[in-house]
Structure formats: structure tokens, C-alpha cells
């Protein structure tokens, strides 16, 4: 009979776990996990576990949906894969075309991973201004705090210390912007004062590099790893406007934001009025995580036309030369379009911000803690635990899965991605829990 404990010993003996010191484990160990349902995580004894996070901001609707299964199903009889070079298929074309639409930019490029699709939008704009005869346009800029990825490309533009500083001697130098994260406006200053005079900010530093600039990347909306660090739209649309006069690529990195989270299909459609659309912004936005509704490995960079015919030419030295064994896979594909399915078929966008605003009436009840900025962007909430004990994310983490809840702390700022298919006895049970284990701690 498979339990906990068998698993947990195998485990340890034969995977080497991301983000972890395994020494840790001997004393805080795994959870293996058996099976999962809707909002519900299982482990191998039987304990259930809330999953507020959404397994990293993957699973848009919840563990074991059917239509996406099903649609995996499906596509598993006909084509499991064929390379992309020099062949196509039905399911990458029209996840392709439903995009397009969606974002506005019409030409994809896949991947398997956030960090990929990173690399991929880092490496067309260098590409594209070699291309057209500026190649010291070659360096990138992104905001402080700012996460993309730990391979070195996205690690370069990526402002966490403990991802980054071990790796610095194999990276390359960017410069990172002021953040305009509310939280960090003066006293009496609003979180759009605050966000234009960082763009102002990012304004002279532009004016004065623009010549050796590539490309500003960009979080839109929410620096999630950064604490779920949330600022005004208006920045967007400055930064939009400064790239513009300065002829610098924005590129919005959508990978934890997009399909829904925020309130929009897009975080980036808030930069403008309504109808607005990433490719009004944007001149590559990288998708990933809740692509395929957290079912199989896919990323995909979207760009416009005028990067796209940069490439396009009789040499070959010229074209895009990058690749991925299983670029654009078949069943990845077929996921991301039953995902997009559900998006439509039940108005996912618009129950969202029903749903957002009873999670966020909800949380009410957690003021009488000693929190500080509570606060949300559609379907991410957020607030911070007012603490000095340094350990405050591991016991949070330990006591939450004690009380069938999975919370993963950011340093001292607790928040919730959960599916979009959590109900409402569930998230009754996601606050109140919360409550209890932050009561326990202090």
C-alpha cells in the first residue's frame, strides 16, 4: 500500500526538489501528494489540502476539470507530437489564431515554460534590431523586484537576490527601474501620483540610453514574486509612450497575470479604456502558466508584424534560430484551447469579479490582525503580516497544512491565487483558516 511515508522516502532519495534546500526536508517534510479535486489537493493517507495558490498560479480551474481532460483525450487518439520544423497541425494553428485575436499580435512562438518564453522575447528584440541594422541596441532594463525566470537570460533581467546573486558572474548587466508599487508611494501620495513619477523616472533614464536599449520588460500590474507587488495601469500606458518616443521594445511579461487573474483576460488591457488590447501596449507579451489551465508544459511568445518581417528574408542567418523539441506539442495545445473554451463558453472574466468581490468581503474579517496593505488585482489578494519573526513563511506554511490549507507565504505577505472554481463554502473556509493560522503564529 502506497503512504505518505513510502512516498515521502522515495522521494527523498531520487528527486532534487526546485526552490529548496533539500536538508531542510529531514526535518519539514515533503507532502506527497496523491490525487486532486476541484479547489482540493490528497495525499496518499487521505488528508485534503485547499489549494490556495493555485499549484503556482497553474490550475485557472482547479484539479481534474473534465472538458480539459477530455480534450487531452481526444488529441491523444490522433497526434501525441511532431516537430514543428518544417510541420504544423491543427491544434498549434488554432491556438495561434484564437490568440491573435485575443491579444491582438499575430504571430506565436512556443515553449515549454515561463522562463522560456522569457528567453524567446529577450532574444527577438536583440534579434530584430541586429537585423535591421542596429545592433547596439543590445541591452534590456526591467523594474526593480522584478521576477522573470532563472535561466540566465530571464535571470538577467530579474531583480531577487536569492535567485540571482549566486549566478551574477554568468549573467549580463541590466539596469532595473524604480518600482511602482504602491506600497512604496510617500505619505498622502496616491498610487497613481506615485506611478507617474516613476515614470518619470524611467523617462530620463530612457532618454539618456535609449541608443543602446533593446527592450524594457515588465510585469503588468502585479510583481507577483516580488510579494504581489501591485500598482496603477497608468504606468503602463506611460511606459507605452516612453518605449514609443524612444524606439525600445515593451515587452509585458503576462506569465502569472494573464488569462483572467487580474480582473481582465489580460492584465495588460487596463492600461487603456476599454477595448483596450496587449497589442496596443505591447510588442511581445509572454504567456505560460495558466495557458493550458495547468495540465501540460506550454509557453508562447506573441509579437507584431513589423518584428515578424525583420525575420523574414531568403537568409537563413536572418530567421529566428532558436528551438525546442517539443515547440508547440500537440496535447499542450489542444489543453490551452479547451481552456480558452471555458473561458468563453462560461463568461469566466465577468464571474470572476463577482467572485473576487466575495473573497475581498470575506477578508474583512482578517483586519483585526496586525496586517498592513490588504489589497487585490481581480483574483489575487494579498496582504502583509506585520512581524519580525524571520521564520514567519515556514511555520505559516507548516501550521496552514495542519488545518487542511495550503498557504505559500512571500517573506511576510500571505496571499491567495486560488482556481477560479473555488465556491463559496470554500473560500469561507480559505479566510477563516487563514485567520487561525495567523492567530497561532502571533
Known sequence: MTTNKNLLNRSMQS???????????????????????????????????????SSWWVNLFGHNNPHIKDAIKQQLDT????????????????????????TGLGHAFYASDGASATEIALKMSFHYWRNIG????????????????????????????????????????????????FRLAEVGESAEDYALRCAEQLNSYIAQHHAELAAFIIEPLVQCAAGMAMYHPTYLAKAREICTQYQVHLIVDEIAVGFGRTGSMFATEQAKTEGCKVGDIADFVCLSKGITGGYLPLSAVLTTDTVYQAFYDDSTVR????????????????????TLDIFESQNIVQKNLEKSALILKEMQVLTHLPIQHLRHQGMIFAFDVVTDNAQFAKQCYQVAMQQGLLLR???????????????????????????AVIQNIL
Open 319 to 338: 530567421g529566428f534560430l532558436h528551438s525546442h523539441s517539443y515547440t508547440g506539442n500537440p496535447l499542450a495545445c489542444s489543453a490551452a484551447l479547451a
Open 15 to 53: 528527486v532534487w526538489h526546485p526552490c529548496t534546500q533539500m536538508k531542510q526536508h529531514e526535518s519539514f517534510p515533503l507532502t506527497p501528494i496523491h490525487k486532486g479535486e476541484g479547489v482540493w489537493l490528497y495525499d496518499a493517507d487521505g488528508n485534503k489540502y485547499l489549494d490556495t495558490v
Open 409 to 435: 507565504p512571500i517573506g511576510n505577505t500571505i496571499y491567495f491565487m486560488p482556481p477560479y472554481t473555488i465556491n463559496e463554502a470554500e473560500i469561507e473556509f480559505m479566510v477563516s483558516q487563514t485567520n
Open 134 to 181: 542596429q545592433p547596439d541596441k543590445s541591452k534590456f532594463i526591467s523594474l526593480q523586484n522584478s521576477y522573470h525566470g532563472e535561466t540566465l537570460g530571464a535571470l538577467s533581467v530579474t531583480d531577487v537576490a536569492i535567485f540571482k546573486d549566486t549566478y551574477a558572474p554568468l549573467l549580463r548587466q541590466s539596469a532595473q527601474m524604480p518600482s511602482p508599487d
Open 79 to 102: 497526434l501525441e507530437h511532431v516537430m514543428l520544423a518544417g510541420f504544423t497541425h491543427e491544434p498549434v494553428i488554432s491556438l495561434s489564431e484564437r490568440l491573435a485575436i485575443l
